[in-house]
């Protein structure tokens, strides 16, 4: 009896304005597309727990919060969101698209918050239980231009509210990651029209929609 095959994860990172969810929303009908039974979902979040987290970490209410309180909070989201959801879905051979995962924490609570590298690998381990994703697409943007694209966005959040200090931070925290692991991440330039971004991540799908299919 043939194995079933595990199913493909997909993340997609970026700094505030950089489009992920206009690309998101293109992918997803790329992906669908091919014929690909698709999960999407969104960190922090994703799930009921998840959602209610996402409401404590992003408001602008909770403005005493603790780097270390933080953290835990997105570990807590992600440690639910895999088991309820991202993992059973690659079980079940489905694909899973992700608005951000655990990158995301080494490049905000990380390189934003200063919390060690290692202290966050350790919650990787303990809290995603070997749940890492096939490709990371990295949407890279200036700062100055990115919160230029997101001040039209309505009300910003505890995040949104930050110094460029503390984005810029990010950015290279993103950046370093993506150099470090080249064959996981796809670094794109998110200061291309959409449709060339879009274009871009589905030429960096390409390799794993060909394997799935074969």
């Known amino acids: 009896m043939t194995e079933a095959r595990r199913g493909r994860f997909i993340s997609l990172e970026g700094g505030e304005g950089a489009g992920k969810s206009t690309l998101l929303a293109g992918l997803r009908e790329h992906i669908a597309g091919q014929g690909v039974d698709l999960v999407q979902t969104r960190e922090p979040g994703g799930t009921a727990v998840g959602e209610a987290v996402r409401a404590i970490v992003l408001d602008p209410?909770?403005?005493g919060m603790a780097a270390e309180t933080e953290l835990l909070l997105m570990f807590a989201s992600r440690a639910q969101l895999v088991r309820e959801t991202?993992?059973?879905a690659l079980a079940a051979g489905q694909w899973v698209l992700c608005d951000r995962y655990v990158d995301a924490s080494y490049a905000y609570q990380?390189?934003?918050r200063g919390q060690p590298a290692e202290r966050i690998a350790e919650l990787e381990r303990w809290a995603c239980a070997g749940v890492a994703p096939d490709l990371t697409?990295?949407?890279d943007l200036p700062v100055a231009t990115g919160r230029a694209r997101a001040?039209?966005?309505g009300e910003a959040d505890r995040i949104e509210i930050e110094a460029d200090a503390f984005f810029e931070r990010v950015r290279a925290s993103y950046r370093s990651r993506a150099a470090a692991e080249p064959d996981r991440f796809r670094v794109i330039d998110a200061g291309q029209p959409p449709e060339a971004v879009l274009r871009a991540a589905i030429a960096a799908l390409a390799p794993l929609l060909a394997e799935?299919?074969?």
């Open 61 to 63: 209410q909770a403005s």
């Open 151 to 153: 001040a039209g966005r």
């Open 212 to 214: 799935d299919a074969a």
């Open 137 to 139: 697409l990295l949407l």
């Open 86 to 88: 991202i993992a059973p």
């Open 110 to 112: 990380g390189g934003g």
